[in-house]
Protein backbone atom coordinates (compact mmCIF):
# COMPACT_ATOMS: atom_id res chain seq x y z
CA UNK A 1 0.00 0.00 0.00
CA UNK A 2 1.12 3.30 -0.97
CA UNK A 3 1.00 6.10 1.29
CA UNK A 4 2.48 9.56 1.39
CA UNK A 5 2.35 11.62 4.58
CA UNK A 6 2.75 15.57 4.28
CA UNK A 7 3.73 17.29 7.89
CA UNK A 8 5.04 20.44 9.13
CA UNK A 9 2.54 23.04 8.25
CA UNK A 10 1.52 25.50 10.92
CA UNK A 11 0.52 29.30 11.38
CA UNK A 12 3.16 31.09 10.55
CA UNK A 13 3.90 35.38 10.20
CA UNK A 14 5.00 36.91 7.27
CA UNK A 15 8.82 36.84 6.69
CA UNK A 16 9.03 33.68 8.84
CA UNK A 17 9.84 30.30 7.66
CA UNK A 18 8.66 26.41 7.68
CA UNK A 19 9.86 23.39 6.82
CA UNK A 20 7.39 20.78 5.44
CA UNK A 21 8.64 17.00 4.80
CA UNK A 22 6.78 14.16 2.98
CA UNK A 23 7.20 10.40 4.02
CA UNK A 24 6.98 7.74 1.60
CA UNK A 25 5.85 4.36 2.28
CA UNK A 26 4.97 1.29 -0.46
CA UNK A 27 6.83 2.71 -3.48
CA UNK A 28 10.73 2.28 -4.90
CA UNK A 29 11.12 5.93 -3.38
CA UNK A 30 14.62 6.62 -5.35
CA UNK A 31 13.10 5.99 -8.74
CA UNK A 32 10.38 8.87 -8.29
CA UNK A 33 9.90 12.15 -8.79
CA UNK A 34 8.84 14.11 -5.70
CA UNK A 35 6.48 17.05 -6.23
CA UNK A 36 5.07 20.09 -4.05
CA UNK A 37 1.86 21.50 -4.94
CA UNK A 38 -0.52 23.93 -3.30
CA UNK A 39 -4.16 24.49 -3.40
CA UNK A 40 -5.19 27.75 -2.08
CA UNK A 41 -9.44 28.24 -1.17
CA UNK A 42 -11.21 28.76 -4.79
CA UNK A 43 -7.49 28.62 -6.41
CA UNK A 44 -6.54 25.82 -8.73
CA UNK A 45 -3.57 23.65 -7.39
CA UNK A 46 -0.18 24.60 -8.55
CA UNK A 47 3.06 23.17 -8.94
CA UNK A 48 5.36 24.78 -6.57
CA UNK A 49 8.81 22.36 -6.79
CA UNK A 50 10.28 19.25 -8.12
CA UNK A 51 12.85 17.26 -7.49
CA UNK A 52 14.01 13.95 -9.91
CA UNK A 53 15.58 10.76 -8.74
CA UNK A 54 18.64 12.20 -10.36
CA UNK A 55 17.97 15.14 -7.95
CA UNK A 56 17.42 17.78 -10.31
CA UNK A 57 15.19 21.06 -9.07
CA UNK A 58 12.07 22.70 -10.72
CA UNK A 59 10.79 25.52 -8.66
CA UNK A 60 7.68 28.09 -10.00
CA UNK A 61 8.87 31.63 -10.10
CA UNK A 62 6.99 32.89 -6.79
CA UNK A 63 8.87 30.63 -4.97
CA UNK A 64 12.01 30.73 -6.59
CA UNK A 65 14.98 32.04 -4.43
CA UNK A 66 12.96 31.56 -1.21
CA UNK A 67 11.74 27.62 -1.47
CA UNK A 68 14.24 24.74 -1.19
CA UNK A 69 13.23 21.64 -2.06
CA UNK A 70 15.67 18.32 -1.29
CA UNK A 71 15.01 14.35 -0.84
CA UNK A 72 16.52 11.51 1.25
CA UNK A 73 16.19 8.53 -0.73
CA UNK A 74 17.21 6.37 2.46
CA UNK A 75 14.53 7.71 4.72
CA UNK A 76 12.17 8.10 1.52
CA UNK A 77 11.62 11.28 2.51
CA UNK A 78 10.64 15.00 0.76
CA UNK A 79 11.28 18.23 2.35
CA UNK A 80 10.21 21.29 1.36
CA UNK A 81 12.19 24.75 3.18
CA UNK A 82 10.15 27.79 2.89
CA UNK A 83 11.45 31.08 3.64
CA UNK A 84 10.43 34.53 3.54
CA UNK A 85 6.84 33.46 3.68
CA UNK A 86 4.32 36.04 2.40
CA UNK A 87 0.74 35.71 2.58
CA UNK A 88 0.01 34.39 -0.72
CA UNK A 89 1.86 31.08 0.23
CA UNK A 90 -1.20 30.24 2.65
CA UNK A 91 -2.35 27.08 0.81
CA UNK A 92 -2.63 23.64 1.68
CA UNK A 93 0.44 21.72 0.17
CA UNK A 94 0.62 18.45 -1.39
CA UNK A 95 3.49 16.59 -1.75
CA UNK A 96 3.18 13.67 -5.26
CA UNK A 97 5.22 10.94 -6.10
CA UNK A 98 5.43 9.89 -9.84
CA UNK A 99 7.59 8.04 -12.06
CA UNK A 100 6.67 6.61 -15.65
CA UNK A 101 3.82 4.58 -14.52
CA UNK A 102 2.02 5.81 -11.81
CA UNK A 103 1.49 8.34 -9.23
CA UNK A 104 0.37 9.24 -5.85
CA UNK A 105 -0.48 12.11 -3.71
CA UNK A 106 -0.54 12.55 -0.06
CA UNK A 107 -3.64 14.30 1.99
CA UNK A 108 -1.95 17.30 2.63
CA UNK A 109 -0.88 19.75 5.18
CA UNK A 110 -1.87 23.12 5.86
CA UNK A 111 0.57 26.38 5.87
CA UNK A 112 -1.57 29.55 6.80
CA UNK A 113 0.64 33.26 6.49
CA UNK A 114 -0.82 35.56 8.67
CA UNK A 115 0.11 38.45 10.71
Known amino acids: QVQLVESGGDLVQPGGSLRLSCAAS????????MDWYRQAPGQQRELVAT???????NYADSVKGRFTISRDNAKKMVYLQMNSLKLEDTALYYC?????????WGQGTQVTVSS
Open 51 to 57: ITSSSIT
Open 96 to 104: KAADSFSSY
Open 26 to 33: GIFFPRYT
